[in-house]
Structures are given as structure tokens and as C-alpha cells.
């Protein structure tokens, strides 16, 4: 394609300003960033005030743009600025992870009346490529299973918990000075983020359409030593882990911090890393490995998205025609650690087959299998006094 494609840009955060970088460092994509949109006026900023805008519209509207680039916090207006694009049949990049995970289906449909594509492959592990993996190399070999380190925050949280000895809070406060992890760090430390990721995966995965609020996640924002020095004494790492696999004709999803030992791939992913393994019918099981956090690592990926539109690249959602009818379920048991408060906890999670059982005047925890169903039900990211992990 001869023609320069010219992008008009949303949002110039840590990620807008690293696409802007690497965008106009690379000489193979013909593309540039012509104008940008910002909210704050006063804001000083490293580039020329002309390519600025504080308009929508003026991108929105603006039919010389080939492109529109999604890189803003809020989840609402990045999905009218999406949606709208795509109905005036601009080709639209996002990075929007928990836009696209709430609105997934809806934007698969505009996808599928307009023709206009959409692509997101910033949205998802940062610089691994694992979307178009997923509709690519592996549009036809039977997927079984897909795990992932999906979060750099919570990934650089334990690993300094883990081979540092800190305490969760320290951990947390050095990520948030590292710019990790944000002042307000809900959305990582209790596994929102991972999970609306993993929202996005089941459809490239599987071909199903979930709701978030259907898929159980549970984070770190209550481990304690106590939980620590236990993985460590039993030879462990504690990982946060999205799950996805096909379990008797359906589908099961869940983000739950795991206990790994050192013959899982996950157990040597540090610090803002993160990785997914996928497990095949014929290809068996295969590891991507990258950093997750950062405006470059991000703004790579984004970068892609802009170089696959040069060549007029979509995702075909092959899997959504084959598996659709697939059913997502929470009916299923997992063995799992749970550092508990009282013996009524036990019993409203419904724990059975307890296989290991121990109290002292600082902690107690068991061992035993609880139903996902059950874990989703219990509201278990309200309470500060429970810490639960996946014993494999």
C-alpha cells in the first residue's frame, strides 16, 4: 500500500506518547499521527500544540483519517468513541481492555454490519502477540486449554513477596513508585484486570461470549506472610493465573492466585512479565513470554495493530462460527488452600475433601476442593480476612 495511512489518536497517557515514539522511530509502516485528542488543556506535553484537539469530533468526523486509536482510562467513553468510529467506517485500534471485555459481543456485531474492523491486541499481555496467535496459527488445531500471568502488576507484587521476602504492602508501594501500579490499585491487585483480559481470550480461544461478572476472580490484595513463608516451605511460587479450558462440552474460566512449583513454566515469569501457555490437540503445549507493563511494551502491540491495518488485516472470529454454541460454566471444583477466619467460613464455601488441615495462634489454613460456582457467589474480593489459592 503506497497511500500513508494518517491515524487520529485518543488519549496521550504513557501509552499514546510510546506509540507516538516508536511510531515515528519505525520506518516500515506508513503511517503517522496527525491529530490527537486530549482532555486537559493545561497539561504540558512533548510534542507541537497543533496536532492537539480537545473535540472528539474532530476525529470522529474528520474523513481524511484512515484510523482511529483508542488509548483512554475510561471504559464508557472508549466505547462510544469506538463504537461511533466503526460506524462511520474508520478502521479502530484499542487498548481498552475492559471496554472491549463488557462490550465484546456488541462490537463483534457492529464488526460483522459495517465491515469495518477493530483491532486490540494492546488490550491483552501487553507486547505478546497472543491474539492473532489465537486467530492465526491457531484457527484450526483444537485448543484444550489456556493459562496466563496476565498482569505485570500483581506478577512484580509476588515476586517480590516471594524471592525478597517483602510484605504485600511494601511490594505494592515499590511497584506504585516504579509506575506498575497505580495510586488506586484495585482493578490489578483483585484480579479485574487479568479477568477482563481473560474475557477477551475465551472468544479468541473458544469462540464464546462471556459477561465478566459470570467469571470468578479473586486477587492478592490479602496475602500474607503467612501465606508466603507456606509456598516457600512447601518449595511453591504464588502466581496469579487466568484459566480457560473445554471441560465436558463446555467451557471454564476463572483468575485465581496459584500454587506452582518449579517444573511449571510460570514458576520463572518475574517481575512485570507476563506469559501464556497454550495446550493443543496436535501443536501440545506452547509458552509466550514478554513484558506485560509499560507504555513501549503496550504501544508495540498497538503498533502492530496499525502495521496489520496497513495491509488490511482482520480478525475473522473463526471460532465464534465453529464454537459458538458452546456453553460457559462455573460448575466445577477446584482443590484449593484457604487461609480461613473461623469454621463458619468453611462451611459457607461448601469445602470438602479436606486433605491437610492446620491452626496455630497466627493462621489456619486447609486443603480441599471448593466449587468456582460456590467462590463466585461469596463475594470473596469484599472480605480482608481470607486468602485463596489454587493447589494443583
Known amino acids: 500500500m503506497n497511500k500513508k495511512l494518517r491515524v487520529g489518536l485518543f488519549g496521550f497517557g504513557v501509552v499514546g506518547q510510546g506509540l507516538y515514539d516508536v511510531l515515528h522511530k519505525t520506518k516500515g509502516i506508513n503511517a503517522e499521527v496527525v491529530k490527537i485528542c486530549v482532555k486537559h488543556r493545561d497539561k504540558p506535553r512533548p510534542i507541537d500544540v497543533e496536532y492537539f484537539t480537545f473535540e472528539k469530533n474532530d476525529i470522529l468526523n474528520n474523513d481524511s483519517l484512515d484510523i482511529v486509536v483508542e488509548l483512554i482510562d475510561n471504559a464508557d467513553e472508549a466505547f462510544e468513541i469506538v463504537s461511533t468510529a466503526l460506524r462511520k467506517g474508520k478502521a479502530v485500534v484499542s487498548a481498552n481492555k475492559k471496554m472491549i471485555a463488557e462490550h465484546l459481543q456488541e462490537l463483534y456485531i457492529i464488526q460483522q454490519e459495517t465491515g469495518s474492523p477493530l483491532l486490540y491486541e494492546a488490550s491483552v499481555c501487553g507486547s505478546i502477540p ?190 465464534v462460527e465453529q464454537n459458538g454454541t458452546l456453553p460457559f460454566s462455573n460448575d466445577h471444583k477446584l482443590n484449593v488452600y484457604i487461609r480461613y477466619p473461623n469454621e463458619a467460613f468453611l462451611k459457607e464455601l461448601e469445602v470438602t475433601d479436606i486433605q491437610q488441615r492446620f491452626s496455630s495462634h497466627e493462621t489456619q489454613y486447609v486443603i480441599g476442593r471448593v466449587s468456582v460456582d460456590t467462590l463466585l457467589r461469596s463475594n470473596l474480593n469484599d472480605r480482608d480476612d481470607v486468602f485463596v489459592a489454587k493447589w494443583n
Open 130 to 319: 497472543i491474539i492473532r496467535n489465537l486467530e492465526e496459527y491457531y484457527d484450526n488445531d483444537l485448543l484444550n486449554s489456556l493459562d496466563g500471568i496476565c498482569n505485570g502488576t500483581t506478577n512484580y507484587i509476588l515476586t517480590k513477596t516471594s524471592e525478597e521476602n517483602k510484605t504485600y504492602s511494601d511490594a505494592l508501594k515499590e511497584a506504585q513508585q516504579k509506575g506498575f501500579a497505580e495510586s488506586n490499585p484495585r482493578l490489578d491487585v483483585q484480579a479485574f484486570d487479568p479477568k477482563y483480559k481473560l474475557n477477551i481470550l475465551l472468544c479468541h480461544t473458544f469462540g464464546v461470549f462471556v459477561k465478566p461478572e459470570s467469571i470468578f476472580n479473586f486477587g492478592i490484595q490479602n496475602l500474607s506472610a503467612a501465606d508466603s513463608t507456606f509456598a516457600r516451605e512447601k518449595g511453591l511460587k504464588i502466581k496469579l493465573i487466568a484459566h480457560t479450558s473445554k471441560l465436558n462440552d463446555k467451557v471454564i474460566g476463572y483468575v485465581i492466585p496459584t500454587l506452582v512449583n518449579n517444573d511449571n513454566m510460570f514458576y520463572a515469569v518475574r517481575n512485570e512479565f507476563n506469559a501464556v501457555q497454550l495446550g493443543a490437540a496436535f501443536s501440545d503445549k506452547q509458552f509466550f513470554y514478554g513484558k506485560g507493563a509499560g507504555g513501549h511494551p503496550t504501544a508495540s502491540a498497538v503498533l502492530s495493530d496499525i502495521s496489520a491495518l496497513v495491509y488490511r488485516y482482520r480478525y475473522e472470529y473463526k471460532k
